[in-house]
């Protein structure tokens, strides 16, 4: 497993075509969530204004995306 920062969409879209899971989170602010017609199947939704966080799968990669 990488220990990598950063990376593409394009990446996650190979590596999940070649059957990596990852754990996927949606950090949009609240109104570019609500206005995008893009969001990602799975992905947990997070408000990056919330003091609480779910509890993620410990067992995959993470991946955040925001805007």
């Not at 879209?13 to 989170?25: H, K, L, N, P, V």
């Not at 408000?47 to 993620?56: A, C, Q, R, T, V």
Request: net charge negative; hydrophobic share 35%; aromatic share 4%.
């Amino acid at each position: 497993m990488s220990t990598q920062l950063r990376i593409t969409a394009d990446e996650v879209q190979s590596r999940m075509s070649a059957g990596e899971q990852f754990t996927i989170i949606d950090a949009r602010n609240p109104q570019a969530w609500a206005d995008s017609i893009d969001k990602a199947q799975g992905a947990i939704r997070l408000d990056p204004h919330s003091e609480s966080l779910p509890k993620l799968p410990q067992d995959k990669p993470v991946v955040v995306y925001c805007t």
